[in-house]
């Protein structure tokens, strides 16, 4: 279906409320004049007018053209900024319906490749596929060295806040105007250049529970010189925000939701196959070790050891099964289960800390009028800690050849057995030998007796650009610039050594001293190894954990060096106007050099901090965009434009690729705008998914109906990629009637497709289609002795994505009592979002329809998502009201919810749907004259708790990604002009 057909039939579903709709809702998607004065910038424009000041445009466009875009476009300025408190541009990206926040703030607190950085990420495409400038340049990426799916963003942290004048928000495709990675769209951060006064800003804020604790001081200053031929501005911002440490601190998060299967279900009694149940515990290890399985002795004394859990080092019960935790076998332990007294105790972080400093300058100076110079220079780093779960030995015996599994086998001649187990594991006669004896068992255990895990990752940025902007005259003007930055990207984690703590729980009695000692000391007197006990909760001595425990880091250094040359004027002039072309030349050269610890290499912690790797790649491209404008001022045609753009880029990698955009505007009269675009874009593949070496887990992986635990999962790089590529098409209209003054109204269609999507196929799919006979997959998987230990979990041009929708938009402002009310509304209906995955021989390939899904799953796109604010001001006064929605949905739309085709329902409607959502925020100022500024917010005032969504792996009981998770939260400061 062609991307025409399919905005057809979004706006045929939706014809009968849009027209209502567009009065009240709203994603700012045209644009209004943006001019040197403040102003409400955020009530979207098109385009502003740069014949009346040149120095500013709107990034909907590289040409300067009185003419409005094609492309909708946001403007968001310092009011809006101001008005919410924000300590960064993250903040008030992330409360658009346009943008998703999945990989930052609350959705960020168990990542722990990225805790405490934001990315910018519209229509929920994921932040590589969103474009983010400085000035019109790119800034330097930063790159973890483990992945979370989106190896290559712009940190907004390193943004410094009181330097933005404004945000240009395109959102659209811009690959040919800007370059690769602008699928979803642009942000572009333009900052100010000329200041004369210093500004200073000072706040603080808590949540009504005592914790998440921020503060904020930043200024900006300048001044001018030579004449006013000179300019310097020079800006820097310090915040720390203390994070949440447990979602346990949250009462609705304290019960542990999950879904478990009804074995008693079938289609005849109506019971669903899945139930929602809270209370959930660990139905397969203990704080003190539970006893999953044992080898030698007698079938009765291993039936005798097999279920008992240790209370302490020297006494036992029988670990009490759940339900939903049948004994199917004595070795089968579920999961999770409801009941039996074993609560789950991690206390992992829901929102991490961060703390982040930036300092920025810049400096220009005016040569002559046909000829000025610039500087600009930047330093941030953003500081990110968070607190992890505490290691869990649920999955298979640690193997040290193959590196799989992390549970420990306790041998009989283990001296810290209690006594009272003896008569079921007798201690060998004689002394220990460096074999261990035949009889044994394997303890699966939660370790809540070490330090709580951490990890801390540290992102610091420099840059520095020079540049020039020249005149030719006759309109004609030019600007060329050189930008180098650097990103160093560094994270630290407490971390498990496997074989050392593997060998430190192997226990004897020494032959020599009668005392434990570890069984590689018999034969290696000068290991170092320390003997260690697991019976029991709190039996580890400080020294045996020092043993084990080690410190995993992992620093990848990005460098980022780009030139442009640009140019622009109006060759001629058709009967309806001048024509505007934009043209440039552009050269950029990326590298990094990932460096992990040298334990990490070996593959014997837990996790994998990140690969060791290093690489680079050229691009240089050229474009070339103009504006024609086909009429002016007739009947039915006030004004007509057409509008293209094309791009070649030639990367070093893997050669040319071509974008283009061509969009129109019609005014039928003026102030009615019908606008169009079709485009072509791309997103090249990042050097960490071209060059990643392997990052391991460890996971359970089902090949050809047998379950293989603890098989390592290696994600890995691929050299082989290409671009992907994404077509998008966009149909709009905004409507400012003369007869309303101050309203605005928009409504814009996004149809997007994006095709050869850079994914890994995952473990549980690799192993399915080799099964299924597609003997490409069957190479990535390793066997030893005939069982499955691990799966290469490649990158590969896979996947496509499909999202269709539209935006809304109506601003509307009006004196009121001596005073002035703005009203604003913001949304965006997403009717699709749709995953498509290739099937196997003769399979239809997989479809994952996301639109109205509201899981934890990054991909988790409400079918609404509104934003609505009013501001009242009346100097000294102003107060600003607003309301964030998110509307109802499912937590998975493959679950049905009735029997069919004579198998029971997957869930039942009630467990299965998430109610809307609304959140009220306010905040105010009060001037005192005209350098003091007072400013307070109030962050959901109603205290309204986030719905439970269940994760079948995290504690975290809802998706913060899409709502509030911290609760009535307080913030003041003051702001001061000099």
């Not at 009989?412 to 030998?433: C, F, H, K, M």
Request: charged content about 15%.
């Amino acid at each position: 279906m062609s991307e025409i057909t399919g905005i057809r039939r979004t706006v045929a579903k939706f014809a009968a409320t849009s027209c209502l709709a567009a009065l009240c809702l709203a994603q700012p998607a045209f644009a209004q004049s943006v001019d040197a004065t403040p102003q409400d910038e955020s009530a979207a424009t098109d385009e502003q007018d740069p014949v009346a000041n040149d120095e500013i445009r709107v990034t909907g466009s590289r040409t300067r053209s009185g003419f409005t875009a094609a492309t909708p476009t946001l403007v968001l300025g310092t009011e809006e900024m101001e008005q919410r408190g924000v300590t960064n541009v993250y903040s008030l990206l992330s409360e658009l319906p346009a943008f998703s926040s999945r990989l930052s703030g609350a959705a960020n607190g168990v990542r722990t490749q990225t805790p405490g950085q934001t990315f910018a990420d519209l229509r929920g495409l994921g932040s590589p596929r969103t474009l983010v400038l400085i000035d019109g340049r790119r800034f330097v990426p930063s790159v973890p060295a483990s992945s979370v799916g989106n190896p290559y963003q712009v940190d907004l942290n390193l943004i410094p806040t009181l330097m933005i004048e404004r945000a240009d928000i395109v959102t659209g495709g811009a690959s040919a105007q800007w370059g690769s990675d602008a699928v979803a769209g642009v942000v572009n951060l333009i900052l100010k250049k000329q200041i004369d006064g210093i500004q200073m800003e000072a706040q603080a804020g808590i949540s009504e529970r005592g914790d998440a604790a921020e503060y904020r001081i930043g200024a900006v200053g300048g001044f001018s010189f030579a004449g006013d031929r000179g300019h310097v501005v020079l800006s820097g911002d310090y915040s720390n925000n203390d994070g949440i440490g447990t979602y346990r601190s949250r009462d609705w998060a304290d019960d542990y939701y999950q879904f478990f299967t009804d074995p008693t279900a079938t289609a005849a009694n109506g019971r669903p196959r899945m139930v929602l149940r809270s209370g959930t515990e660990p139905g397969n290890y203990t704080s003190g070790g539970l006893i999953v399985n044992a080898t030698g002795g007698t079938t009765a004394q291993r039936a005798g050891l097999i279920g008992l859990q240790f209370t302490s080092p020297t006494t036992t019960k029988t670990f009490v099964r759940g339900e939903f935790n049948p004994a199917t076998t004595s070795t089968t332990f579920a999961a999770n289960q409801i009941g039996g007294g074993n609560p789950d105790l991690s206390s992992n972080s829901m929102i991490a800390s961060t703390r982040r400093k930036v300092f920025y300058g810049h400096a220009d100076f005016e040569i002559s009028p046909a000829l000025k110079i610039f500087v600009d220079a930047s330093w941030g780093q953003s500081h990110g800690e968070s607190i992890n779960q505490p290691i869990r030995d649920r999955v298979s015996v640690y193997s040290p050849t193959t590196l799989s599994g992390s549970q420990v086998r306790i041998y009989a001649d283990n001296p810290y057995i209690p006594a009272a187990l003896r008569t079921l594991i007798p201690a060998p006669v004689g002394p220990s030998t460096a074999t261990p004896p035949a009889q044994s068992f394997v303890l699966a255990r939660v370790n809540y007796d070490t330090p709580l895990p951490y990890t801390i990752v540290r992102s610091t940025a420099a840059t520095g650009t020079i540049g020039f902007n020249g005149d030719f005259g006759g309109g004609w003007t030019w600007d060329a610039s050189y930008t180098h930055g650097e990103n160093e990207y560094y994270r630290r984690s407490s971390a498990r050594n496997r074989t050392l703590y593997a060998m430190a729980a192997d226990v004897v009695t020494s032959p020599v001293t009668g005392q434990p000692t570890c069984r590689s000391t018999l034969t290696n007197p000068n290991n170092g190894c320390v003997p260690l006990n697991l019976f029991g909760n709190g039996s580890q001595s400080a020294a045996a954990i020092a043993y084990y425990s080690g410190e995993a880091t992992a620093k990848l250094d990005y460098i980022q060096d780009a030139a442009q040359l640009n140019i622009q004027g109006s060759p001629f002039s058709t009967w309806a106007g001048p024509v505007a072309i934009a043209a440039g030349v552009e050269y950029r050269h990326e590298s990094l050099n990932s460096v992990v610890d040298a334990v990490s290499l070996t593959g014997v912690y837990d996790s994998s901090v990140g690969g060791q790797f290093a690489g680079s790649f050229s691009v240089r491209e050229g474009y070339f965009e103009a504006t024609v404008p086909l009429a002016a001022n007739l009947p039915f045609a006030h004004a007509l434009t057409l509008n293209g753009a094309i791009r070649y880029a030639d990367y070093t990698r893997f050669g040319g690729v071509t974008t283009w955009k061509a969009g129109a505007t019609w005014e039928p009269v003026q102030g009615l705008l019908v606008r169009g675009t079709h485009s072509l874009d791309i997103r090249a593949p990042s050097l960490y998914e071209l060059l990643v070496p392997a990052t391991v887990s460890l996971n359970n992986v089902v090949y050809n109906g047998v379950t293989y635990p603890g098989v390592r999962v290696a994600n890995v790089g691929n050299t082989a990629l290409q671009p992907e590529r994404s077509k998008t098409t966009t149909i709009g209209i905004s409507y400012s009637p003369d007869f309303v003054r101050g309203l605005r109204l928009s409504v814009d269609l996004f149809d997007i497709r994006v095709s050869d999507v850079i994914a890994n196929v995952g473990q549980a799919e690799i192993a399915r289609l080799c099964g299924l006979g597609v003997t490409s997959y069957c190479s990535l998987l390793q066997f030893s002795g005939g069982a499955l230990i691990g799966v290469t979990n490649q990158f590969l041009n896979l996947s496509s994505f499909e999202t269709r929708g539209m935006d809304l938009a109506a601003s509307y402002s009006l004196p009121l009592g001596g005073g002035e009310l703005n009203l604003r509304a913001n949304a965006t209906y997403v009717d699709k979002f749709t995953i498509i995955v290739p099937g196997g021989p003769g399979e239809a390939p997989s479809v994952n329809e996301q639109a109205g899904q509201l899981d934890q799953s990054e991909g988790a796109v409400p079918h609404w998502k509104a934003n609505f604010s009013a501001t009242y001001a009346q100097k000294p006064f102003s107060v600003t009201g607003q309301v964030r929605f998110v509307s109802a949905g499912v937590i998975d739309n493959a679950y049905t919810e009735v029997p069919t085709n004579g198998q029971p329902a997957d869930v039942s409607h009630a467990d299965n749907a998430i109610g809307s959502y609304a959140l009220f925020n306010l905040s105010g100022t009060i001037d005192a004259g005209d350098r003091f500024q007072f400013f307070w917010v109030v962050n959901n005032v109603f205290d309204r708790d986030p719905p439970i969504i269940p994760s079948t792996t995290l504690l975290t009981q809802t998706n913060g990604t899409n709502y509030d998770v911290v609760g009535r939260f307080y913030k003041a400061g003051v702001r001061l002009r000099f």
